[in-house]
Protein backbone atom coordinates (compact mmCIF):
# COMPACT_ATOMS: atom_id res chain seq x y z
CA UNK A 1 0.00 0.00 0.00
CA UNK A 2 1.48 3.09 -0.85
CA UNK A 3 2.18 5.63 2.14
CA UNK A 4 -0.17 9.51 1.88
CA UNK A 5 2.23 12.46 2.85
CA UNK A 6 1.16 15.57 2.79
CA UNK A 7 3.72 18.35 2.22
CA UNK A 8 2.62 22.23 3.57
CA UNK A 9 5.24 24.82 2.13
CA UNK A 10 5.02 27.97 0.73
CA UNK A 11 8.53 27.90 -1.11
CA UNK A 12 7.91 26.77 -4.50
CA UNK A 13 11.02 25.73 -4.98
CA UNK A 14 11.59 23.80 -2.18
CA UNK A 15 7.89 22.42 -2.65
CA UNK A 16 8.40 21.46 -6.14
CA UNK A 17 11.90 19.79 -5.38
CA UNK A 18 10.65 17.37 -2.38
CA UNK A 19 7.17 16.88 -4.21
CA UNK A 20 8.83 15.31 -7.46
CA UNK A 21 12.09 14.02 -5.01
CA UNK A 22 8.96 11.67 -2.47
CA UNK A 23 7.24 10.54 -6.08
CA UNK A 24 10.09 9.34 -7.01
CA UNK A 25 10.85 7.66 -3.58
CA UNK A 26 6.79 5.57 -4.40
CA UNK A 27 4.69 8.04 -2.17
CA UNK A 28 1.51 9.28 -2.84
CA UNK A 29 1.84 13.23 -2.30
CA UNK A 30 -0.20 16.20 -1.71
CA UNK A 31 1.07 19.82 -0.91
CA UNK A 32 -0.02 22.74 -0.12
CA UNK A 33 1.38 26.33 0.14
CA UNK A 34 0.02 27.87 3.05
CA UNK A 35 -1.57 27.31 6.73
CA UNK A 36 -4.89 27.28 5.93
CA UNK A 37 -4.87 25.17 3.06
CA UNK A 38 -2.50 22.80 4.94
CA UNK A 39 -4.58 22.16 7.94
CA UNK A 40 -7.83 22.12 5.42
CA UNK A 41 -5.87 19.24 3.96
CA UNK A 42 -4.96 17.56 7.52
CA UNK A 43 -8.38 17.48 8.41
CA UNK A 44 -10.28 16.37 5.64
CA UNK A 45 -7.82 13.76 4.19
CA UNK A 46 -5.95 10.71 5.37
CA UNK A 47 -2.41 10.87 5.20
CA UNK A 48 0.15 8.59 6.72
CA UNK A 49 2.50 11.91 7.35
CA UNK A 50 2.52 15.49 7.30
CA UNK A 51 5.89 17.25 6.40
CA UNK A 52 4.72 20.71 7.72
CA UNK A 53 7.29 24.17 7.33
CA UNK A 54 6.75 26.44 10.20
CA UNK A 55 6.95 29.83 8.68
CA UNK A 56 4.00 29.52 6.35
CA UNK A 57 1.67 32.53 5.29
CA UNK A 58 -1.95 33.05 6.76
CA UNK A 59 -1.18 30.18 9.74
CA UNK A 60 1.81 29.41 10.86
CA UNK A 61 3.25 25.96 11.58
CA UNK A 62 3.00 25.93 14.94
CA UNK A 63 -0.53 27.21 14.74
CA UNK A 64 -1.03 24.24 12.15
CA UNK A 65 0.12 21.62 13.90
CA UNK A 66 -2.12 22.32 16.81
CA UNK A 67 -5.11 22.55 15.69
CA UNK A 68 -4.67 19.54 13.82
CA UNK A 69 -3.62 17.40 17.13
CA UNK A 70 -7.10 19.43 18.80
CA UNK A 71 -8.47 17.74 15.70
CA UNK A 72 -7.64 14.78 17.52
CA UNK A 73 -5.51 13.82 14.57
CA UNK A 74 -2.22 11.55 15.61
CA UNK A 75 -1.36 11.35 12.09
CA UNK A 76 3.24 11.49 12.39
CA UNK A 77 4.15 15.29 12.02
CA UNK A 78 7.82 16.61 11.04
CA UNK A 79 8.39 20.25 11.13
CA UNK A 80 10.56 22.21 8.78
CA UNK A 81 12.49 25.13 10.35
CA UNK A 82 15.48 27.56 9.63
CA UNK A 83 15.62 28.28 13.15
CA UNK A 84 17.92 26.72 15.10
CA UNK A 85 16.62 27.66 18.77
CA UNK A 86 16.52 24.86 21.11
CA UNK A 87 13.11 26.73 22.41
CA UNK A 88 11.51 26.58 19.06
CA UNK A 89 11.79 22.98 18.62
CA UNK A 90 11.17 22.23 21.84
CA UNK A 91 7.83 24.22 21.45
CA UNK A 92 7.41 22.23 18.37
CA UNK A 93 7.74 19.24 20.09
CA UNK A 94 5.33 20.13 23.25
CA UNK A 95 2.36 21.16 20.39
CA UNK A 96 2.04 18.15 18.81
CA UNK A 97 5.34 17.61 16.69
CA UNK A 98 7.15 14.16 16.09
CA UNK A 99 10.34 15.44 14.61
CA UNK A 100 11.74 18.39 13.13
CA UNK A 101 14.70 18.94 10.34
CA UNK A 102 16.79 22.73 10.29
CA UNK A 103 17.04 24.24 7.45
CA UNK A 104 18.95 24.25 4.90
CA UNK A 105 18.94 20.34 5.11
CA UNK A 106 20.12 17.36 3.25
CA UNK A 107 17.19 15.61 1.56
CA UNK A 108 18.84 12.15 2.55
CA UNK A 109 18.08 13.34 5.98
CA UNK A 110 14.32 14.33 5.38
CA UNK A 111 13.98 11.51 3.56
CA UNK A 112 15.21 8.78 6.44
CA UNK A 113 13.24 10.61 9.01
CA UNK A 114 10.27 9.85 6.92
CA UNK A 115 10.63 6.58 6.56
CA UNK A 116 11.35 6.13 10.30
CA UNK A 117 8.17 7.65 11.08
CA UNK A 118 6.20 5.95 8.87
CA UNK A 119 7.45 2.79 9.80
CA UNK A 120 7.14 2.95 13.78
CA UNK A 121 3.89 4.28 13.20
CA UNK A 122 2.50 1.45 10.87
CA UNK A 123 3.75 -1.55 13.80
CA UNK A 124 0.42 -3.21 15.23
CA UNK A 125 0.03 -3.72 18.37
CA UNK A 126 -0.15 -7.73 19.21
CA UNK A 127 -1.77 -7.08 22.70
CA UNK A 128 -5.12 -6.35 23.30
CA UNK A 129 -6.81 -3.64 21.49
CA UNK A 130 -7.90 -1.47 24.25
CA UNK A 131 -6.25 -0.93 27.97
CA UNK A 132 -8.21 0.70 31.24
CA UNK A 133 -6.55 2.82 33.78
CA UNK A 134 -8.79 4.32 35.64
CA UNK A 135 -10.57 6.72 33.77
CA UNK A 136 -8.07 6.60 31.09
CA UNK A 137 -9.05 4.49 28.01
CA UNK A 138 -6.00 3.47 25.22
CA UNK A 139 -7.70 2.17 22.23
CA UNK A 140 -4.74 0.76 20.56
CA UNK A 141 -5.89 -0.31 17.38
CA UNK A 142 -7.97 3.06 16.54
CA UNK A 143 -5.38 5.10 18.13
CA UNK A 144 -7.44 7.46 20.45
CA UNK A 145 -6.99 7.60 23.94
CA UNK A 146 -9.62 9.24 26.19
CA UNK A 147 -10.35 10.31 29.77
CA UNK A 148 -13.77 10.38 31.30
CA UNK A 149 -14.92 9.83 27.80
CA UNK A 150 -13.31 13.16 26.30
CA UNK A 151 -10.58 12.46 23.57
CA UNK A 152 -7.01 13.79 24.20
CA UNK A 153 -5.20 15.19 21.33
CA UNK A 154 -2.25 13.61 21.85
CA UNK A 155 0.63 13.13 18.50
CA UNK A 156 1.75 9.79 17.30
CA UNK A 157 4.79 10.21 19.46
CA UNK A 158 2.66 10.64 22.82
CA UNK A 159 0.58 8.22 21.68
CA UNK A 160 3.28 5.67 21.14
CA UNK A 161 5.12 6.81 24.50
CA UNK A 162 2.10 6.32 26.29
CA UNK A 163 1.30 2.91 24.73
CA UNK A 164 4.54 1.75 25.85
CA UNK A 165 4.38 3.05 29.05
CA UNK A 166 1.11 1.36 29.41
CA UNK A 167 2.30 -2.18 27.95
CA UNK A 168 4.80 -1.75 30.61
CA UNK A 169 3.41 -1.08 33.52
CA UNK A 170 5.41 -0.64 37.25
CA UNK A 171 8.24 -0.64 35.20
CA UNK A 172 11.19 1.69 35.74
CA UNK A 173 12.02 2.80 32.18
CA UNK A 174 15.24 5.14 31.75
CA UNK A 175 15.42 7.79 29.48
CA UNK A 176 17.66 6.09 26.98
CA UNK A 177 15.49 2.80 27.24
CA UNK A 178 12.40 5.15 25.87
CA UNK A 179 14.34 6.53 23.26
CA UNK A 180 15.39 3.21 21.89
CA UNK A 181 12.36 1.82 21.74
CA UNK A 182 9.94 4.66 21.02
CA UNK A 183 12.31 7.03 19.01
CA UNK A 184 14.60 4.66 17.75
CA UNK A 185 17.64 6.69 19.26
CA UNK A 186 20.28 5.75 21.26
CA UNK A 187 22.01 9.27 21.84
CA UNK A 188 21.89 10.61 24.90
CA UNK A 189 21.72 14.45 23.78
CA UNK A 190 18.34 13.84 23.41
CA UNK A 191 16.98 13.04 26.92
CA UNK A 192 15.39 16.16 27.10
CA UNK A 193 12.74 14.91 24.40
CA UNK A 194 11.56 12.32 26.32
CA UNK A 195 10.97 14.97 29.64
CA UNK A 196 9.04 17.25 26.99
CA UNK A 197 6.66 15.13 25.71
CA UNK A 198 6.51 13.26 29.24
CA UNK A 199 5.50 16.91 30.81
CA UNK A 200 3.15 16.88 27.83
CA UNK A 201 1.41 13.67 28.73
CA UNK A 202 1.09 14.72 32.53
CA UNK A 203 -1.18 17.91 31.47
CA UNK A 204 -2.99 16.25 29.13
CA UNK A 205 -3.41 12.84 30.95
CA UNK A 206 -2.90 13.90 34.85
CA UNK A 207 -5.82 15.31 37.03
CA UNK A 208 -3.15 17.53 38.73
CA UNK A 209 -0.03 17.73 36.05
CA UNK A 210 2.17 19.48 39.32
CA UNK A 211 1.47 16.17 41.68
CA UNK A 212 1.49 13.27 38.71
CA UNK A 213 -0.19 10.26 39.91
CA UNK A 214 0.11 7.94 36.36
CA UNK A 215 3.62 8.62 35.20
CA UNK A 216 6.02 9.34 37.90
CA UNK A 217 9.64 10.18 38.05
CA UNK A 218 12.08 7.64 39.34
CA UNK A 219 14.72 10.00 40.57
CA UNK A 220 17.91 9.38 38.83
CA UNK A 221 16.59 6.46 36.83
CA UNK A 222 13.63 7.79 34.71
CA UNK A 223 9.87 7.12 34.75
CA UNK A 224 7.01 4.58 36.02
CA UNK A 225 3.48 4.56 34.56
CA UNK A 226 1.49 2.84 38.09
CA UNK A 227 -2.10 3.64 36.71
Known amino acids: MTERILLVEDEEDL ?9 AEGYALDSAADGEAGLRKAVEGA ?10 PKKNGYDVCRDIRKAGIATPIIMLTARGQLVDKVLGLKIGADDYVTKPFEILELLARIEAQIRRGAVQPKEADVLQF ?3 RIDLKGTIVSRDGKVLPLSAR ?6 YFAQNPGTTLSREVLLKEVWGYSEET ?20 KQPAMIITVPGLGYKFVA
Request: no cysteine.
Open 15 to 23: RMTLSDRLK
Open 47 to 56: YDLVVLDVML
Open 134 to 136: GPV
Open 158 to 163: EFRLLR
Open 190 to 209: FTRTVDVHVGSLRQKLEKDP
